[in-house]
């Protein structure tokens, strides 16, 4: 098995924005809190981080900006996948150059691929990068599937050392295990498969949940590692109306909308999204405040 860049939960952390731009003193706070609550990495401006709305500037600088906040405390990982290669070999080299721990690399999106083609872009980026690699596996938000058999394929490139895996698809995910698992780390894309794929061998999860219960989202790793299967299968059943929640728009709507109601930043999105529903934000505030979030609206 390769080093592990991270065993638990990273967060897949939300950019603070406002209509002039990134709010970097909230971003600080909110990553400063992150670290307090025990999280174990952090990711920045990937699907959560509205990273396809950022410029390649903001993009670049939010990477910066996170690394040296976090100051080596935790791990931060960089969300540097692109549909076009040669810019997320570019990206990946910058963040790389500044001290990101390790990279994140979506599937290509809308132009897709074939698994010929997953297996030749995500190695172009591997090469150039000098820091271990993610991949990640989010076929709902691609229309592209990254196959058990090309994820092992994958496997042997020194570089790529894990795989977010956010296809849904417990059968694939446990073939994709019984493949890769002495070879790669397998965490969960999604919040409410955390158990699961854990019970499967997995390291833990990539989350978004983790933005508004980071101390119960690593509580329920935690006990999983130390035995308490029953515990920690009991958090995710508990925790599971709030996960639904945060889901019941695309991702991050809902979850921009909790951040703000919690003070972290504003409920500011940028076009093609818009804020959440307002039926769908009175629950999604009500279940916070029933799993003890406080809120500041």
Same mark, same amino acid.
Request: charged share 20%; with cysteine; glycine share 8%.
């Given at each position: 098995?390769?080093?592990? !860049?991270?065993? %638990?939960?990273?967060?897949?952390?939300?950019?603070? *924005?406002?209509?002039?731009?990134?709010?970097?003193? $909230? #971003?600080?706070?909110?990553?400063?809190?992150?670290?307090?609550?025990?999280?174990?990495?952090?990711?920045?401006?990937?699907?959560?981080?509205? %990273?396809?709305?950022?410029?390649?500037?903001?993009?670049?600088? +939010?990477?910066?900006?996170?690394?040296?906040?976090?100051?080596?405390?935790?791990?931060?990982?960089?969300?540097?996948?692109?549909?076009?290669?040669?810019?997320?070999?570019?990206?990946? /080299?910058?963040?790389?150059?500044?001290?990101?721990?390790?990279?994140?690399?979506?599937?290509?999106?809308?132009? $897709?691929?074939?698994?010929?083609? &997953? !297996?030749?872009? #995500?190695?172009?980026?591997? =090469?150039?990068?000098?820091?271990?690699?993610?991949?990640?596996?989010?076929?709902?938000?691609?229309?592209?599937? *990254?196959?058990?058999?090309?994820?092992?394929? &994958?496997?042997?490139?020194?570089?790529?050392?894990?795989? /977010?895996?956010?296809?849904?698809?417990?059968?694939?995910?446990?073939?994709?295990?019984?493949?890769?698992? =002495?070879?790669? =780390?397998?965490?969960?894309?999604?919040?409410?498969?955390?158990?699961?794929?854990?019970?499967?061998?997995?390291?833990?999860?990539?989350? !978004?949940?983790?933005? !508004?219960?980071?101390?119960?989202?690593?509580?329920?790793?935690?006990? #999983?590692?130390?035995?308490?299967?029953?515990?920690? +299968?009991?958090?995710? @059943?508990?925790? &599971?109306?709030?996960?639904?929640?945060?889901?019941?728009?695309?991702?991050?709507?809902?979850?921009?909308?909790?951040?703000?109601?919690?003070?972290?930043?504003?409920?500011?999105?940028?076009?093609?999204?818009?804020?959440?529903?307002?039926?769908?934000?009175? /629950? @999604? &505030?009500?279940?916070?405040?029933? +799993?003890?979030? /406080?809120?500041? $609206?």
């Amino acid at each position: 098995m390769k080093n592990t !860049v991270f065993t %638990g939960v990273a967060t897949a952390i939300v950019t603070p *924005l406002t209509s002039e731009g990134i709010d970097y003193k $909230k #971003f600080a706070e909110l990553i400063e809190w992150q670290i307090s609550e025990g999280v174990n990495a952090i990711v920045a401006v990937g699907t959560t981080g509205e %990273g396809s709305t950022l410029t390649d500037e903001e993009h670049k600088e +939010a990477i910066r900006f996170c690394v040296e906040q976090v100051k080596g405390r935790i791990p931060v990982i960089a969300g540097t996948g692109s549909n076009d290669t040669s810019y997320a070999i570019d990206l990946t /080299k910058y963040a790389c150059e500044v001290g990101a721990d390790a990279m994140l690399l979506v599937t290509p999106y809308y132009n $897709k691929a074939t698994q010929k083609g &997953l !297996v030749a872009s #995500f190695k172009a980026i591997a =090469d150039a990068s000098t820091k271990p690699c993610i991949l990640y596996n989010v076929p709902s938000r691609t229309g592209c599937n *990254l196959l058990p058999a090309t994820v092992l394929e &994958l496997a042997d490139h020194p570089n790529i050392v894990a795989i /977010k895996e956010a296809c849904g698809n417990i059968s694939q995910i446990a073939e994709l295990i019984s493949l890769v698992g =002495d070879k790669l =780390d397998v965490y969960s894309g999604n919040d409410d498969q955390i158990v699961p794929i854990l019970s499967l061998g997995g390291k833990g999860v990539i989350s !978004v949940l983790s933005n !508004v219960l980071p101390k119960e989202t690593v509580e329920m790793c935690d006990k #999983f590692f130390a035995g308490d299967v029953k515990g920690s +299968a009991a958090l995710q @059943l508990e925790l &599971l109306p709030l996960i639904n929640a945060l889901f019941c728009e695309v991702n991050p709507i809902p979850v921009k909308a909790a951040v703000a109601a919690m003070g972290y930043c504003e409920n500011y999105l940028r076009l093609p999204l818009t804020p959440m529903e307002e039926q769908n934000e009175k /629950k @999604l &505030l009500s279940l916070m405040v029933k +799993a003890g979030v /406080k809120i500041n $609206k």
